[in-house]
């Protein structure tokens, strides 16, 4: 019995340490070659064995995400058709309150009737503010008149007072000097005028 304690002692004096395996400051002897391999190969096993655990966990929360993406899909379609809708809605209560606004504070010399306007007078103007052009009635007939830069009728066209068409062109001070119209027995006229307002030319 005391030779086999003594002989265990001795093994374990002898017997080498895992940690002392670890140290990579010690280099190791002949005898301790097979064990370090085993714990090398227990190493790269349970490297193995967590990276194969780590892709099974991998693999299933992708299964997971395909799985939810096609309700996701749907929800998110939900949601755009709902926001189309209420973007139509909005769209036609702006366009009908401008209109109640619009028939609110139209101004009453204009007269909506059936898809016709009425008024006395429609006068176009440019960026300036200057009338260039005003449709208008004299004397109970009608005139169009087109005017230059500083508000000077070149163009005339209208009715006469015995309902004959005409068509007079003025120069820049305003003076008629040439027309074309209808005498009151429908013959065409065509007249040019000088600067002093006299006629220098007529045919009929």
């Known amino acids: 019995m005391a030779q086999q304690t003594t002989e265990k002692s001795q093994e374990n004096m002898t017997a080498p340490n895992r940690d002392e395996y670890c140290n990579p400051d010690r280099n190791p002897t002949t005898s301790e070659v097979p064990e370090l391999a085993r714990i090398t190969r227990q190493k790269k096993l349970r490297s193995a064995l967590m990276g194969a655990r780590a892709n099974n966990l991998r693999a299933k929360e992708t299964a997971d995400a395909r799985e939810l993406a096609p309700d996701n899909e749907e929800r998110i379609k939900g949601v755009e058709v709902q926001h189309r809708r209420v973007h139509y809605h909005l769209l ?57 830069s500083n508000g000077t009728a070149r163009l005339s066209l209208g009715m006469r007072f015995d309902d004959s068409p005409f068509i007079d062109f003025a120069d820049r001070d305003g003076k008629t000097r040439a027309s074309f119209h ?22 009929n």
Not at 98 to 107: A, D, H, I
Not at 182 to 203: H, N, V
């Open 92 to 148: 036609t209560v702006y366009l009908l309150f401008g209109y109640l606004l619009y028939l609110q504070f139209s101004p009453a010399s204009v007269v909506v009737n059936e898809q016709r306007l009425q008024s006395q007078q429609v006068l176009l103007v440019d960026d300036s503010g200057v009338v260039r052009m005003q449709v208008r009635m004299y004397s109970d007939r009608p005139i169009l008149q087109l005017l230059d």
């Open 182 to 203: 209808m005498t009151g027995s429908d013959e065409p006229a065509i007249r040019l005028y000088g600067e002093d307002g006299k006629a220098s030319f007529a045919l």
